[in-house]
């Protein structure tokens, strides 16, 4: 079974792929979490990171720096995600590789929130918790 660099058990071109290609939109939080973590394990997609990024959160941030693969990604856990009308949390684990050199992984949880603007899902941020 293929599976999409988000975890999801599709294949990219059936699950993520067509978000950051720009021809789909994703229809829940969870859907935009996935292909938001896809568009920073893949780098190249800071275009897609602004696009979809609540234009007063990610003030000051460009698309040539969120294009920068900072963090070799490995694996997307999604812990929880629910939506409330045109709000949304997704709760995940995400695993990246400690060094280049090494196989340890580091984990980081975050709760993501989401809004739905004009029929579009927007990344919000992290909930402080
Ligand atoms: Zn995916």
Redesign the pocket.
């Known amino acids: 079974m293929e599976h ?5 058990s ?1 294949s ?1 071109v059936d ?3 067509p ?1 950051l290609a720009g021809t789909k939109q994703a229809k829940t939080p969870e ?1 935009l979490m ?2 938001r ?2 568009a920073y394990a893949l780098g190249g997609y800071g275009d897609y990171l602004i696009a979809t990024w609540l234009p007063a959160s990610a003030y000051g941030l460009t698309a040539a720096e969120l294009s920068e693969k900072t963090m070799d990604w490995q694996r997307l856990d999604v812990v929880t995600s629910s939506q409330k009308g045109d709000h949304g949390v997704v709760e995940f684990n995400a695993y990246y590789r400690v060094s280049p050199e090494s196989d340890d992984m580091e984990c980081m949880h975050e709760m993501s929130e989401f809004s739905r603007i004009n029929g579009r899902w927007l990344y919000v941020g992290a909930r402080a918790d």
């Open positions: 999409c660099i988000c975890g999801k599709k990219f699950c993520c792929g978000f859907q996935r292909s973590y896809a």
